[in-house]
């Protein structure tokens, strides 16, 4: 059961336009999200993250929104670039009194920015 | 600053041969280490996570093991290896009590 999901397997927008990456999960007891950024043949690299207690976090062109009655979070990227073409991954992870469990990954969504 | 390497980049195996992944982060100490595996049309899947020398917890059954000699060197490994074990893999460290989880360049592992 996959607890970590990205329905989307490609995007394609725009440059200049906004792009938004959505994730879902199931488990409730996720308390920490994360956003991965991936490029061919390289390892991913942390893009940004959001505690449960949040629901926004911004950082320069990316802002993570987290809904956690519909367990939904998504990724904004504004404006859009073509360098941002790269598969996203989700991540969540619980905290196990105080010990942060493994990070639970999605299937990662494809974005392509088109010049 | 902290960096994590691993290596061989590439590695082209013939099926029932053996394997060896290395691993090694500088600039912490006592990391947490993982190892993942992207197979293609999937998703990251953590395959082992240490916590500590000679701590190694699997997630997935399968003919991979891993070890650490040191504490901060990881290694992954195979006596024979299967056509399915191809697929790209990923090192990565985190702090012991941190959430985000940093990867190392991957190396590309194809069966053959």
């Known amino acids: 059961d996959q607890q970590v999901k990205q329905n989307s397997p490609s995007l394609s927008v725009q440059e200049g336009r906004i792009s938004i990456l959505n994730c879902d999960y199931t488990n409730s007891m996720f308390d920490y999200f994360l956003w991965y950024k991936k490029y061919p043949a390289e390892g991913p690299t942390f893009l940004i993250s959001?505690?449960?207690?949040?629901d926004k976090n911004e950082d320069g062109r990316f802002t993570v929104f987290l809904n956690k009655s519909a367990k939904h979070l998504s990724l904004h990227i504004v404006p859009s670039q073509p360098g941002d073409s790269a598969v996203y991954f989700c991540a969540a992870s619980v905290n196990y009194g105080g010990s942060q469990g493994n990070l639970i990954f999605g299937k990662g969504t494809k974005l392509s920015v088109k010049p | 600053s902290q960096t994590i390497h691993q290596w061989p980049a590439t590695l082209v195996q013939p099926v029932g041969s053996p394997l060896s992944l290395e691993c090694t982060v500088e600039?912490?100490?006592?990391?947490?280490l993982y190892w993942y595996r992207q197979a293609a049309g999937r998703g990251l899947q953590l395959l082992f996570y240490s916590v500590g020398i000679g701590q190694i917890s699997s997630e997935v059954p399968q003919n991979l093991s891993a070890s650490r000699p040191q504490d901060r060197q990881f290694i992954l490994s195979s006596k024979k290896l299967l056509l399915s074990d191809s697929g790209f893999y990923l090192c990565?460290?985190?702090?012991?009590?941190?959430?985000?989880?940093?990867f190392g360049e991957g190396s590309w592992l194809t069966v053959v």
């Open positions: 959001i505690s449960s207690i949040k």
């Open positions: 600039g912490t100490s006592n990391p947490n």
């Open positions: 990565a460290w985190s702090h012991g009590s941190g959430n985000t989880i940093y």
